[in-house]
């Protein structure tokens, strides 16, 4: 049967595997609801978490995981609270951020509580520092900070905190800069050497894993990107010289940053192969860091490298164009659905020239038809002859077979960079578009964006010149729409309100073509007549 299909038909049906691939895929893997009740949940039980492991170091300066026997409770030991616009910090009497509560709307639960960025079961938490020396690490997780203040507010100038820890034959001091942003800078002093390590935090954990990058990615002083995911880590990765380590969950990052002098940067491990990035320190060793929502107007306003933190895998070289496409036209619109809307409308319209010849190379093809069908039947069993009288009849009537695919091909990795923006940005968490939609970043809670796509697509295919012959494949095309509204129940709403609006367009410009073509014929016949 593949013998007898067109190169047309068969890009058509590569097509509708792609899509097939990816829908099942997406079905099975796309991300979950929030884990933001789970790990309240597990929080307010306050059950004791072992303290991270210390890190030792080999001849060859990679670090393993030891556990420690000392057991605490985070939330019971709050040294200094931090209050901004943006967000609530809490600084545990261990020196490290237990708790990072973001303000807003967008950052609350069905229930109305905050996002926590942090659970008490993940180790290490951000600031931690663990030392190569067991003995020393054990007294200094048993030994609290104390702190030059214990509440703080920030407006619209950065804070200073000065925490100290007295060991006994150590002075540790931390000082911090925090900025309204939620970016800050640790300014880290010791009265004599130690090798020690700093952790900018495990990920933090509130959306579950699925088809977006739970783990840590470093860029290297390279500008090389290296992404190491959950359940993926060994153990024993060294970067010797990173710009940035960020470890992050859907929307969310604590990362540490140093554009210019460089980190030294350590992976190590916890049981499920998760990877805990550590930086090594010095004895005077300031770095900068940053915990928040991985918004690309912030980080841009830190630096513009620290995008890169926005992850959007292979469909990165298209899909962080159309997101400041987007972000761009929802700056003037005001709302993100409606920028989906009018970015699909500048794609047709750039698209135009070439759907239009699609179009019409389709239409010649349908008239072609019969014609294809008697040469099927009179070189039966000789396929080179076939295929030369059929690219001759082609060449002849000026047809082109892949005319009405390319428009398709071409939207296609605009789909899927469309569906990796939606997935990852976290502009679109929470966007409202009207009535129903809520959140183009799920799918519609009612199917009705996922049914009017397969109307329109119905619609579209009804009104399309069509240039198969065999009833088979008639039948399969004919239930597409189907298949597709099935898939499409799955996807966020954003992006099946741009294939719903694509399919729209591509009406208005079939009926648009469909006439011209119409007064085209009506043209010959007349001209026919008079001669």
């Known amino acids: 049967m593949l013998n007898k299909l067109t190169t047309q038909q068969r890009v058509i049906i590569a097509t509708v595997l792609s899509f097939l691939f990816f829908a099942v895929y997406s079905h099975y893997f796309a991300p979950k609801q929030t884990n933001i009740e789970k790990a309240e949940k597990n929080s ?23 556990s420690s026997p000392i057991d605490h409770k985070n939330n019971e030991k709050v040294l200094v609270t931090i209050k901004s616009k943006k967000f609530e910090m809490q600084i545990d009497q261990y020196g490290r951020i237990s708790k990072f509560y973001l303000n807003g709307k967008r950052y609350r639960n069905k229930n109305g509580k905050r996002v926590q960025l942090f659970n008490d079961r993940d180790l290490p938490l951000p600031l931690e520092i663990r030392f190569s020396n067991a003995k020393l690490n054990k007294e200094a997780f048993e030994t609290p900070y104390s702190a030059n203040i214990k509440n703080l507010e920030i407006k619209n100038k950065p804070v200073k905190i000065v925490l100290t820890q007295k060991l006994t034959n150590l002075t540790l001091t931390k000082t911090l800069i925090i900025k309204p942003l939620g970016d800050y800078s640790v300014h880290i002093s010791l009265s004599r050497p130690v090798k020690y390590f700093i952790s900018p935090g495990f990920r933090p954990d509130v959306m579950a894993k699925g088809y977006t990058f739970h783990g840590v990615l470093i860029k290297e002083f390279d500008d090389t990107l290296t992404m190491i995911k959950d359940t993926d880590a060994k153990g024993n990765e060294h970067f010797a010289n990173a ?75 298209i899909a962080k164009p159309v997101f400041l496409l987007l972000s761009f036209l929802e700056s003037i619109i005001g709302n993100w659905g409606w920028a989906i809307v009018a970015t699909t409308l500048l794609i047709r ?79 679109l968490q929470g966007a ?48 597409l729409p189907v298949v597709f509204t099935f898939f499409f129940m799955t996807f966020p709403a954003g992006l099946t309100l741009y294939w719903f609006v694509n399919n729209l367009f591509s009406i208005i410009q079939q009926y648009y073509v469909n006439l011209l073509l119409e007064k085209k014929k009506v043209s010959l016949k007349e001209q026919k007549a008079n001669e």
Request: proline share 6%; with cysteine.
């Open 243 to 317: 710009k940035i380590v960020a470890a992050s969950d859907r929307y969310y990052t604590t990362s540490f940053y140093n554009l210019k002098g460089g980190l030294d940067v350590y992976i190590s491990k916890n049981k499920k192969k998760d990877p805990l990035a550590f930086i090594k320190g010095k004895q005077d060793y300031t770095i900068n860091g940053y915990i928040g929502v991985k918004e690309l107007k912030i980080l841009d306003s830190i630096n513009k490298e620290m995008g890169d933190i926005i992850e959007y895998g292979w469909f990165t070289f």
């Open 432 to 479: 409202p578009w009207i009535f129903w939609i809520h959140d183009l970043s799920v799918k519609d809670p009612y199917f009705i964006l996922p049914i009017l796509m397969g109307v329109t697509m119905f619609w579209q295919q009804h009104i399309t010149p069509n240039s198969i012959t065999d009833p088979t494949q008639a039948k399969i095309m004919k239930y």
């Open 349 to 427: 319209i750039v698209l135009f020239p070439l759907t239009y010849k699609g179009m019409i190379s389709m239409s010649k093809m349908k008239d072609l038809a019969p014609k294809i069908k008697e040469l099927q039947k009179k070189y039966k069993g000789e396929p080179q002859k076939l295929n030369a009288k059929t690219m001759e009849l082609y060449k002849k009537n000026g047809a082109n077979p892949l005319g009405g695919c390319l428009p398709m091909l071409l939207q296609i990795p605009i789909f899927f960079a469309l569906y990796r923006v939606l997935q990852n940005s976290a502009e």
């Open 44 to 66: 307010s039980k306050m059950v004791s978490s072992k303290l991270a492991p210390n890190i030792q170091s080999n001849s060859s300066e990679t670090t393993t995981a030891v």
